[in-house]
């Protein structure tokens, strides 16, 4: 494992590159990586990183928002189909009918969806910024796609605005049973729950707290509680025990675990870095519809 860690070591100072990782990725690529975090970070870090090449171990909306963000680097994707099922989950048709319907429409985008989706929106927005920037908008009625269950937050949150929702959702997020959770309250009545927003309501109503994984991870630091039952994908858990090494913490059923996030490999990284393969295109046309709504998000989200 080591001499894979040198080589990519190696592999980085020679290509002068940085790699970036998100929190759900394997622990030992969290290991290697130069900058880890939730979605927001690393999409204000993409744009600050001054190597030639990013390395991106996420998924290929992540990829996807750095090249827009920064058309002049590489950036190298070690899988190409690593891929999030929700980016896909809106449809253009519904866009344009609700533009249609409601004069003053903002489209609020999640980041966690295809550039195709971002082009035709107004401002993107990550778990950590959405309630932020959706109450911040001048716009009253707001279409939020594509995840109808961090829509139905950020609507609770911001009952001034009429949120109107997509159908979307995370699939490993929204299989999360409020069972689950109950059953691990029970076993650990101590426990605080930390909980994504890509959660459904039912599981949100019984937490403690709803945040990013960012969030989950700063909140568990700051909480003087000493057990946490956590319901998001297992890879926080790594950095959750890192800066914890005395609080417990639980996950709620076996399979919080995203497939897509969890094909990125050392050696997947050492082949692009040799190759290039995977180097994430935009064209030219997509990258300058697609780049106002992000740049809005880093303005608005600050
Ligand atoms: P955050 O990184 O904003 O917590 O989002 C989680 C997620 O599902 C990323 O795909
Ligand atoms: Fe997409 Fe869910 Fe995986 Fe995040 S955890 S990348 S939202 S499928």
């Known amino acids: 494992m ?8 190696r592999l ?30 690393l999409s204000q870090i993409a744009t600050k990183v001054e190597a030639d090449t990013i390395v991106f171990c996420g998924v290929s909306f992540m990829g996807e928002s750095a090249k827009i963000l920064n058309p002049e680097k590489t950036v190298l994707m070690p899988d190409a189909t ?11 048709e519904k866009i344009r009918q609700m533009r249609e319907k409601y004069e003053d429409l903002a489209v609020v985008c999640y980041i966690n969806s295809t550039a195709e989706l971002k082009k035709l929106s107004d401002v993107c927005v990550t778990s ?15 279409f939020f796609i594509p995840d109808g269950n961090l829509g139905r937050y950020v609507a609770e949150q911001v009952p001034e605005k009429n949120v109107l929702l997509n159908t979307g959702y995370c699939p490993i997020h929204a299989q999360m049973t409020a069972d689950a959770v109950k059953k691990a309250k029970a076993e650990h009545p101590e426990a605080e729950v930390l909980t994504h927003p890509e959660c459904t ?3 949100v109503a019984l937490s403690d707290y709803i945040g990013s994984t960012s969030g989950i991870i700063d909140y568990a630091e700051a909480s003087d509680k000493k057990e946490f039952i956590v319901c998001t994908e297992v890879g926080v858990f790594y950095e959750l025990k890192n800066k914890n090494p005395d609080k417990i913490f639980y ?3 076996e399979q919080q675990i995203c497939p897509d996030m969890k094909k990125i490999t050392l050696e997947k990284i050492i082949h692009v870095l040799e190759t290039k393969e995977n180097e994430v295109q935009v064209s030219d046309e997509l990258r300058a519809r697609a780049n ?4 809005n998000m880093l303005e608005l989200g600050k």
């Open 2 to 9: 080591s001499e894979l860690k040198n080589t990519i070591r």
């Open 12 to 41: 980085k100072e020679e290509n002068n590159a940085v790699i970036l990782a998100h929190y759900y990725v394997e622990d030992d690529i969290q290991d290697i990586a130069d900058y880890i975090g939730d979605s927001f970070y």
């Open 82 to 92: 690593a891929d999030c099922p929700m980016a896909h989950m809106a449809e253009e």
């Open 128 to 142: 950590s910024n959405a309630v932020k920037i959706v109450r911040a908008l001048p716009n009253q009625n707001i």
């Open 201 to 203: 309501e039912e599981v």
């Open 251 to 253: 996950p709620i059923m």
């Open 292 to 295: 106002a709504p992000l740049v």
